[in-house]
């Protein structure tokens, strides 16, 4: 092989150490330290999106309450996303709660004239009809 073939391939293999591999093994760990540190009280959020606070915590598994109810759910440390309660993080979600609710523009049956009705009843299409 070329000598230059050869540095090629370990500055190839080194891109991808570097790029890929590392930061998985630094998410791994940071999640398993997650994991380990989780106590009684603390609230968190499963990969399922449940949210709940931990009643009791055990070497594989966990109960959580997720509700004043008392309702307890037991589940795997490994379900486990975020401690604290995850939000969205999609912007246009953001923008729906910010927003107040639009009213509906169509007129209820209340509203409508009487001779929209009757035009309707001989088959043509209503005034309010967002078709006409």
Same mark, same amino acid.
């Given at each position: ?11 190839? /293999?080194?891109? #991808?150490? #570097? ?16 994991? !380990? ?16 606070? /931990?009643?009791?915590?055990? =070497? !594989?598994?966990?109960?959580? %309450?997720?509700? =004043? ?27 729906? =709660? ?16 009487? %001779?929209?009705?009757?035009?309707? %009843?001989?088959? %043509?299409?209503?005034?309010? !009809?967002? =078709?006409?």
């Amino acid at each position: 092989m070329d000598p230059t073939t050869i540095m090629m391939l370990v500055v190839l /293999i080194g891109v #991808f150490y #570097f790029m890929i591999i590392r930061p998985e093994n630094k998410r791994k760990k940071a999640a398993q330290q997650l994991r !380990d540190s989780l106590k009684k009280g603390d609230k968190l959020t499963t990969i399922g999106g449940i949210v709940g606070s /931990i009643v009791q915590v055990n =070497e !594989d598994t966990i109960i959580i %309450e997720t509700s =004043e109810d008392r309702v307890r759910v037991e589940i795997t440390k490994w379900a486990v996303s975020t401690t604290g309660v995850q939000t969205s993080t999609d912007p246009k979600a953001k923008k729906q =709660e910010s927003k107040p609710e639009e009213e509906s523009t169509a007129p209820t049956a209340e509203e409508r004239p009487a %001779e929209t009705e009757r035009a309707a %009843e001989d088959g %043509e299409k209503k005034s309010w !009809d967002p =078709e006409v």
